[in-house]
């Protein structure tokens, strides 16, 4: 057997307050607070989850929904970038229409209850042109992004342009707005971001909090901006012929190193030391935690849910107080009137980035689908909205032997959040490209300075390669600790007269849950054993399930549940306010709730007959949009199936109107960097294909996609002439949203697909793809996939 001991130290002293200037709006119900640990709202601890959407990169007749997606999925505050040039491409012509109406979007936050964060920039990088700076304002200054007066007098009425979309949105107009972002990743400038601090309140912007991206050693202006840190699992800015960086490994370890120097160095020199504050006076709030990896032409990473999962949760078990992701949501750069969007060499970036795809790989794509790393960071952003308030004092503590090195595959990662006598056990076992090995035989010593020890499982366990899970220690639970549990808490809910606790297994360990004996007077399970021993009752042998409730009679008189789900359907807890009460609902595919429309729930399903689970069971019959729900017992669950009728035809026709050509000879730009071939390169040699749409489906083309798996080089769709939708090859498959395109030019000429060959002595990073049969350009499947909407109610 191997125990692995962790020493938890004394208590440290109370965090430090009232040391920084950052005051929320007077008389505001839930005045946010830093201190030096943590924030505070309303005088309670607050661990804010908030994910990054670009309104002006979708569109905006769906934002409301796809805002309640993120919403679902844990989201409590929505980030995005106001990008100037999508704003103002053209000098003093100033959109704020359609998609670009940022009043609208942020007003949608806070109806749903969400905290909106705008990141005003004026720089702000996002993969955009010029970085969001447009092309005539770089003709008007040789000194963009420091207080040259060329530059500060636009940036002064842009600001103000700002401020005045979202006049009344402050918390002192009860507004959504609870930080504003200055800048990005701008290293060596403080006295200028102090400038633009003051720009932006002098044109009439304010927050509780303003804030800055700090990785890579960057200059604060002393504490006038919270520091935001970030961490991702993969890069596009790297080197074709790099690896894997250890930048990104770094962040699949526990540790107290807040700064990533990763992220960005392409655009800034070597890392100097910087001046983002002493960690004992702000706390860690993280900003671009990477929900997925943008793909650029040299190189092309892919980034797995569970290289995101792990990532998240590694960096609670570190000691983030915020987790913030880039991208939660993808998107699509907007056609620009002048020119394209994107970030390119063409105008001295060093990457080459697709003219319109902005997907990201994110939790939710380019067009609202929910990829498996949206379930798996809801599952983190459950136990979070929670416990929260809990975790957040919480120190991050590390164990007697931690890994000698970033190489280090064989010492297991682990690491205690904790407030001196309980907490919360973290585990990481994952990590991109290279596996970690199975750790047989392991048991944990957790040694409190106020309380003793805990020693966990009863039973050593092997930790499987590829887990990453945190584990309770001594969490109260409605008058019932629970010593330990080898499952990871997720949420609780109030079901049939119990408080039930529900629990995730983690795949390949047995849950086994320790109950202190003293909170209990009685403990049923469905299966497995229950043991009197030293102290606890010991419960183990449980099949997890939906089923698999252990009851408990606390102490104090209230009837507990402990509910452990196995790990699949862990991933499919949903928690939200359905039919006029908080509820649980299991589902594979998506939910939202709807509070504003009457506690209404959406099902988003691509079944013919979607089903979920509900608990508690809802009080009446349920109907779906006039479609029978036919109800049934599931474990402790109500089981309910929307007899939804045949779904279309998903068949897809490709037609091959003719074959491509040789490949063109490689090119390079910024930094000697493969470059995107020119357009009359690509035409010449691009094989291209036709895919005629169903009428049936263009009468209603909401929720269609057509999806393609193909290889070569990059590919690009056209309705008619316009290029509509575009991708560089990775072997992930290429969606394209039926619902973008113009009607008129797919009935008159169909979808037109370009697909280039990519050379062989390309220095192009695509992962694992042997051989070089994918270097050439084929579409090899195709089919449409139909995603309905159904409105439950209660009928």
Request: net charge negative.
């Amino acid at each position: 057997m191997v125990t692995h001991l962790l020493r938890v130290p004394p208590p440290a002293p109370p965090p430090l307050t009232g040391h920084i200037p950052f005051t929320d709006a007077p008389g505001v119900p839930d005045p946010i607070e830093v201190t030096g640990g943590w924030l505070t709202r309303g005088g309670r601890p607050w661990f804010p989850v908030s994910g990054e959407f670009h309104y002006s990169r979708y569109p905006n007749g769906q934002w409301e929904e796809e805002l309640l997606k993120m919403k679902a999925g844990g989201v409590t505050a929505v980030a995005s970038y106001v990008i100037w040039i999508h704003h103002e491409e053209a000098e003093d012509r100033v959109r704020f229409d359609g998609d670009r109406d940022l009043r609208r979007f942020a007003g949608l936050c806070a109806r749903h209850g969400l905290d909106f964060v705008p990141r005003i920039g004026p720089w702000s990088h996002a993969e955009v042109r010029n970085g969001g700076l447009p092309d005539w304002l770089l003709d008007r200054t040789r000194a963009p992004r420091t207080d040259d007066p060329a530059y500060l007098a636009p940036v002064r009425t842009w600001f103000t342009e700002i401020a005045r979309q979202l006049r009344g949105l402050e918390r002192a107009s009860g507004g959504p707005i609870v930080a504003i972002q200055i800048e990005n990743e701008l290293h060596d400038r403080p006295g200028h971001l102090r400038t633009l601090k003051r720009l932006a309140q002098e044109a009439g912007l304010s927050a509780p909090l303003w804030t800055s991206t700090a990785w890579g050693g960057v200059r604060l202006p002393g504490e006038d901006l919270l520091p935001l840190y970030g961490g991702y699992p993969e890069a596009f800015w790297t080197e074709a012929d790099g690896g894997w960086p250890d930048t990104c490994r770094k962040h699949f370890f526990f540790t107290h190193e807040r700064d990533d120097e990763a992220i960005g160095p392409d655009l800034r020199p070597a890392r100097r030391p910087g001046t983002t504050g002493a960690v004992d006076r702000v706390p860690w709030i993280t900003c671009e935690l990477g929900g997925g990896m943008a793909v650029a032409y040299h190189r092309r990473p892919r980034v797995e849910a569970a290289d995101v999962g792990a990532l998240g949760l590694t960096k609670i078990g570190c000691g983030s107080v915020w987790q913030g992701y880039y991208m939660f949501h993808g998107g699509t750069n907007p056609a620009g009137e002048l020119t394209s969007l994107q970030e390119s060499h063409a105008t001295g970036y060093p990457n080459d980035l697709p003219v319109l795809t902005y997907d990201f790989q994110a939790p939710l794509g380019e067009y609202g689908q929910l990829r498996p790393s949206y379930h798996e960071l809801r599952l983190q952003h459950l136990l979070l909205d929670g416990f929260g308030h809990r975790i957040a004092p919480m120190r991050s503590v590390l164990p007697e032997r931690t890994p000698t090195g970033q190489h280090d595959r064989d010492t297991l990662r682990w690491a205690v959040r904790t407030d001196g006598t309980s907490g919360l056990l973290f585990v990481t076992n994952h990590q991109p490209h290279e596996p970690l090995p199975d750790h047989p035989d392991t048991a944990f010593t957790v040694d409190f300075p106020n309380a003793s020890p805990l020693t966990l499982p009863s039973t050593p366990v092997t930790v499987p390669s590829g887990a990453f899970f945190c584990w309770p220690l001594r969490l109260d639970v409605a008058g019932l600790r629970l010593e330990w549990a080898t499952a990871q808490p997720v949420c609780t809910v109030e079901a049939d007269g119990r408080t039930v606790l529900v629990l995730a297994a983690t795949d390949g360990i047995a849950p086994e849950l320790a109950l202190d004996a003293d909170t209990v007077t009685s403990v049923a399970a469905p299966s497995g054993d229950i043991t009197p021993i030293a102290g606890r009752v010991l419960v183990s042998g449980v099949r997890p399930g939906t089923d698999a409730l252990i009851e408990v009679d606390a102490a104090e008189g209230t009837p507990v549940g402990l509910l452990v789900l196995d790990a699949a359907t862990a991933r499919t807890v949903y928690r939200g306010r359905a039919w006029g009460a908080e509820r649980l609902v299991l589902c594979e595919d998506g939910v939202v709730f709807d509070a504003f429309r009457g506690d209404e729930v959406r099902v988003h399903s691509t079944a013919a007959e979607p089903s979920f689970a509900v608990l508690p069971a809802p009080d009446a019959a349920l109907v779906a949009a006039g479609a029978r729900v036919r109800q049934a017992a599931d474990g402790v669950f109500t089981r309910c199936t929307i007899e939804a009728g045949p779904l279309p035809d998903t068949t897809a026709t490709v037609t091959s109107v003719r074959p491509g050509g040789p490949a063109p000879a490689p090119v390079t730009g910024v930094q000697g960097r493969a470059s995107v071939p020119a357009g009359k390169d690509v035409d010449a040699a691009a094989a291209e294909y036709r895919v005629d749409v169903p009428e049936d489906l263009l009468r209603d083309p909401s929720g269609v996609l057509l999806r393609l798996r193909w290889t070569g080089d990059l590919a690009r769709a056209y309705a008619g002439d316009a290029l509509v939708a575009d991708q560089f090859y990775s072997g992930r498959v290429w969606d394209i949203g039926l619902d973008r395109l113009p009607v008129q030019a797919l009935l008159a000429r169909g979808l037109r697909l370009k697909v280039l060959p990519l050379a062989p002595d390309a220095a192009v990073h695509v992962p694992g793809q042997p051989g070089d049969v994918w270097r050439e350009a084929r579409v090899l499947e195709a089919e449409w996939v139909v995603t309905r909407r159904w409105t439950v109610r209660t009928g």
